[in-house]
Structures are given as structure tokens and as C-alpha cells.
């Protein structure tokens, strides 16, 4: 079996890697592939045996190069945003991207491609139960659309499209991940804002957790098991915001955010964002949007179809914050533990 992941630098990514090795230990015919930027840094997967080949999303030739002889493609590789604009950065990573892998695919036969989306292109719930895969985008209705819904939900009409041309392709849905070889951090910004006390107050917003390695696990089991052209959400514990901030605390034996952020008190930052974001064209550190997501509660998402068709399984919660904490500190992210 080869496998090739695009975007093994990033958390998912890197994580995916490594489970596609280990799942492959002892197979002589097993190798595991993936594509970088020629700027890109992976010296934090240095001591994995990854076969690393140099194809940029908006270069087809160089990612059809990549794909010869590959079975299984897992396209992991997106621009992540929180601006309110899908301008044309976003737009061509997260959609043409999307489409110069597949076209790519196609020309290098190879048989199956897993497209990581992400629960942003499932839409909001609008009932008392969380969404599930069926749920149609609507987060334009409810004030919630930024550059990464707009272009992740985009992203998969293009895999719709090519499924309907024929192309095998399934979607993988995570949620909120956390986990160890967090490199820029990502998600597990979060983490490191808790520990260095740099969140001084937390907000009831609702998200749902997960360990980066059981969606890693997951997305094999949607490679071997999805049916074609459909969406799996792999998920984990739901949460507000407050209960993660203080969770986090705990484990890392820090002091937990002390108050809760009233909405009101928040709006006018998310303001200032999106005024800086018109002025600049650049992205902001909080806008509008985001202050939004912090006091949602309709973001809740159910793993119950990938659990019943594929066997998804997590584990603790815990245990990725243990273990993302314990990276970071490795990594010189955070301070050794006193």
C-alpha cells in the first residue's frame, strides 16, 4: 500500500503520517508519502521514515509527479483563517487546491482520495440535537460565515462534482483538535494561551474536542470503509469554552481564566477587527465573526454515523491536552512544568 498525505507539516497532517507508519509496520510494501512546500518546515517529523516530495496545491504538474503510483491520497493541506473575507489566498488553496488535487488524482490513478473538510462545512444545528452529516451549510443565516466556512464548504461541491464525474472521493469531518506535533500552534493555541495565563476570561460558547490522533485513526478507517462521496464526522466531547479553558488548567496545574466574558464587552473588539481587516486587508487577531463563534451554541456535531459504519472510537480527552501540553514544553512553547 502507498499512502501520500498533502500537508503533513500540520497537526492533522503530521499526526495522519505517522498513524499511516505505524499501521504499516512490517508490511515490506508499505510506504508513506507526502508532499511539502519547498519552504515548509518538518524538522519536528525528522525521526519519522517519510517519504517527502516537494509539490505545491497550485502546481498540477508537480502534484500529478507526487501521485504516481500512490493507492490512497489523503488531502489534508488547507489555509486556515478566521477573516471574515474569502479572498483569494483562501480561495486558492482551500478551493482550486482542492480541485488541482483531484484533477491530479484522476491523471495518476490513483483509486481512492479521503478530502479533509471540516464540521464548518456541515451546517449549524437548528435543533436541540447536534448536526449531523445531512445538516445543510447555513452558517451565511446565522451571521457565523468567514473565509475558512466559505471556502471548506466550496471545497466540497468541488469533491461533489468530481463524484459525480465518477472519481472516488469521501469526506472526513473533525472537529476541535488536539494533540501533540502542533508545530505553528493551531488548535492548540488555545492550550498555550491557558497555560501562560495570557486568557484572562473564558465565554459559554459550545465546540466540540477531540485527540488529533483518534480523527488520525478515523480518516484510515474512512479511507478503508467510506462509502464514496459521502461525509464522516469524526468528533470527540462537547464543551464550552469555559469548561475547556478550566479543563486545561487543571491539567497543567495552572491557574483557570477567572471570569466569565459578557457578549456585550466582547462585540466592540470583534468591531475593531473587522475595521482593521477593511483598512489592511489583512487578517485580524479577533473580528466580528469570531466573537460570535465564542458565544454559539449551535456548533454541536455527532460522530454517531462514522462510530456505526467504521468503527471510529475516541479516547480521553485528557490525554491529548496531557500530551499536546507535554509537547509544547519539549518544544520549548511552553516553560518546563514547576
Known amino acids: 500500500m502507498h499512502s501520500l498525505v498533502t500537508g503533513a507539516t500540520g497537526l492533522l497532517g503530521g499526526n495522519l503520517t505517522i498513524a499511516l507508519l505505524a499501521a504499516g509496520q512490517g508490511a515490506p510494501s508499505h510506504t508513506v508519502s507526502a508532499t511539502r512546500r519547498g519552504s515548509s518546515d518538518a524538522r519536528h517529523?525528522?525521526?519519522?521514515?517519510?517519504?517527502?516530495?516537494?509539490?505545491?496545491?497550485?502546481?498540477?504538474?508537480?502534484?500529478?509527479?507526487?501521485?504516481?503510483?500512490?493507492?490512497?491520497?489523503?488531502?489534508?493541506?488547507?489555509?486556515?483563517?478566521?477573516?471574515?473575507?474569502?479572498?483569494?489566498?483562501?480561495?486558492?488553496?482551500?478551493?482550486?487546491?482542492?480541485?488541482?488535487?483531484?484533477?491530479?488524482?484522476?491523471?495518476?490513478?490513483?483509486?481512492?482520495?479521503?478530502?479533509?473538510?471540516?464540521?464548518?462545512?456541515?451546517?449549524?444545528?437548528?435543533?436541540?440535537?447536534?448536526?449531523?452529516?445531512?445538516?445543510?451549510?447555513?452558517?451565511?443565516?446565522?451571521?457565523?460565515?468567514?473565509?475558512?466556512?466559505?471556502?471548506?464548504?466550496?471545497?466540497?461541491?468541488?469533491?461533489?462534482?468530481?463524484?459525480?464525474?465518477?472519481?472516488?472521493?469521501?469526506?472526513?469531518?473533525?472537529?476541535?483538535?488536539?494533540?501533540?506535533?502542533?508545530?505553528?500552534?493551531?488548535?492548540?493555541?488555545?492550550?498555550?494561551?491557558?497555560?501562560?495565563?495570557?486568557?484572562?476570561?473564558?465565554?459559554?460558547?459550545?465546540?466540540?474536542?477531540?485527540?488529533?490522533?483518534?480523527?488520525?485513526?478515523?480518516?484510515i478507517r474512512v479511507a478503508s470503509a467510506g462509502r464514496t462521496g459521502e461525509r464522516y464526522i469524526l468528533s470527540g466531547e462537547e464543551l464550552s469554552y469555559q469548561q475547556i479553558a478550566a479543563r486545561i488548567a487543571a491539567i497543567a496545574g495552572t491557574r483557570p481564566p477567572g471570569w466569565s466574558v459578557p457578549q456585550w464587552l466582547s462585540a466592540p473588539l470583534g468591531w475593531a477587527g473587522d475595521l482593521q481587516e477593511a483598512i489592511t486587508g489583512r487578517e485580524a487577531l479577533i473580528n466580528s465573526v469570531a466573537i460570535r463563534y465564542a458565544y454559539c451554541t449551535k456548533f454541536r456535531f455527532s460522530s454517531e454515523k462514522a462510530r456505526r459504519e467504521l468503527g471510529y472510537t475516541t479516547g480521553p480527552l485528557d490525554t491529548a491536552i496531557r500530551d499536546a501540553i507535554a509537547w509544547f514544553r519539549s518544544n520549548g512553547m511552553l516553560p518546563p512544568a514547576t
Open 45 to 219: 517529523l525528522a525521526a519519522f521514515p517519510i517519504r517527502w516530495v516537494d509539490a505545491d496545491l497550485s502546481d498540477p504538474d508537480a502534484l500529478s509527479r507526487a501521485f504516481a503510483g500512490v493507492e490512497v491520497v489523503y488531502h489534508c493541506a488547507a489555509q486556515v483563517s478566521i477573516q471574515r473575507r474569502a479572498d483569494a489566498r483562501l480561495m486558492a488553496a482551500n478551493v482550486d487546491g482542492t480541485r488541482n488535487v483531484l484533477a491530479a488524482a484522476r491523471r495518476a490513478g490513483v483509486r481512492r482520495v479521503v478530502h479533509c473538510s471540516t464540521v464548518a462545512a456541515i451546517g449549524l444545528t437548528t435543533t436541540s440535537e447536534p448536526s449531523r452529516e445531512e445538516a445543510a451549510w447555513n452558517y451565511d443565516q446565522h451571521g457565523m460565515e468567514d473565509g475558512y466556512s466559505i471556502t471548506k464548504h466550496l471545497a466540497e461541491g468541488v469533491v461533489q462534482e468530481a463524484v459525480a464525474a465518477g472519481q472516488d472521493v469521501v469526506i472526513a469531518n473533525p472537529t476541535y483538535m488536539f494533540g501533540p506535533y502542533d508545530v505553528r500552534p493551531s488548535s492548540g493555541k488555545m492550550i498555550v494561551e491557558v497555560v501562560k495565563g495570557r486568557m484572562p476570561g473564558s465565554t459559554p460558547g459550545i465546540n466540540n474536542f477531540v485527540d488529533v490522533r483518534d480523527v488520525a485513526r478515523g480518516m
